[in-house]
């Protein structure tokens, strides 16, 4: 079992609806969360990091955590073609591991078509 | 640029040969970080330096595999005797305190 898991997707919506992105992690001691954005080609681009229990809220973009599910999960509100892209989950390692490295999941390719 | 730097942006090169990357980190970013990565997986981590000290090596970092980061400013990763399975995007990212992890451009790597 891998520490983070994501559907691999590919994920497509329709511009202006809402994309729902999720990921679940194993590591019951895990206390800190990111999801990066990746353009074809490109190098991963952090777009939101949460912390707690509950949701965290940037422009378009929300991101919830549900510490007891081990579930964490990002929203895209009103989605542009320009969000297209592979949507990486990632997590801190728990409690007594070397603060340093984080688990990725494989993305979430996620498609807005006009 | 204040960015993550990365040189060079590709490489090809026949197995068997040695490979070397640099990293050029965001100057005031302490922490220093490489990681590979493969066609849609996401990014594996390698190794992790603190200033100038290696903190942590992943189990994918074999002993072909080494990094240094003299003097805790740039970072190389030397590849020796590369195999077609090292083939990869060998990413470098650096951050200050936090884990808001600034990656560079990547150098892609093509082993032939």
């Known amino acids: 079992q891998k520490e983070v898991e994501q559907n691999s997707g590919p994920l497509s919506v329709p511009e202006g609806a809402i994309a729902s992105l999720n990921c679940t992690y194993s590591?019951?001691?895990?206390?800190?969360f990111f999801w990066y954005r990746q353009y074809s080609g490109k190098s991963p681009e952090l777009i939101m990091s949460?912390?707690?229990?509950g949701d965290k809220e940037d422009g378009r973009f929300t991101a919830q955590l549900n510490k007891a599910s081990q579930y964490v999960s990002l929203l895209i509100r009103d989605s542009q073609p320009s969000d297209s892209a592979t949507y990486l989950c990632?997590?801190?390692?728990?409690?007594?591991?070397?603060?340093?490295?984080?688990?990725f999941g494989r993305g979430t390719q996620l498609t807005v078509w006009p | 640029d204040t960015g993550v730097s990365q040189d060079p942006r590709h490489k090809i090169t026949k197995r068997g040969q040695n490979v070397t990357f640099r990293c050029d980190p965001i100057?005031?970013?302490?922490?220093l970080y490489w990681y590979r990565q493969t066609l849609g997986q996401g990014p594996e981590f390698l190794t992790y330096?603190?200033?100038?000290?290696?903190?942590?090596k992943s189990r994918l970092l074999s002993d072909r595999f080494s990094a240094e980061r003299p003097k805790g400013s740039f970072s190389t990763l030397e590849i020796q005797r590369t195999e077609q399975g090292d083939s990869a995007m060998y990413l470098c990212?650096?951050?200050?305190?936090?884990?808001?992890?600034?990656f560079g451009s990547g150098t892609r790597l093509t082993v032939v």
């Open positions: 990212a650096s951050s200050p305190s936090s884990y808001g992890y600034t």
């Open positions: 590591d019951r001691g895990s206390q800190s």
């Open positions: 949460i912390y707690s229990n």
């Open positions: 990632a997590a801190t390692p728990g409690r007594g591991s070397t603060l340093g490295r984080l688990y």
């Open positions: 100057s005031e970013h302490n922490r």
């Open positions: 330096f603190q200033n100038e000290a290696q903190l942590e």
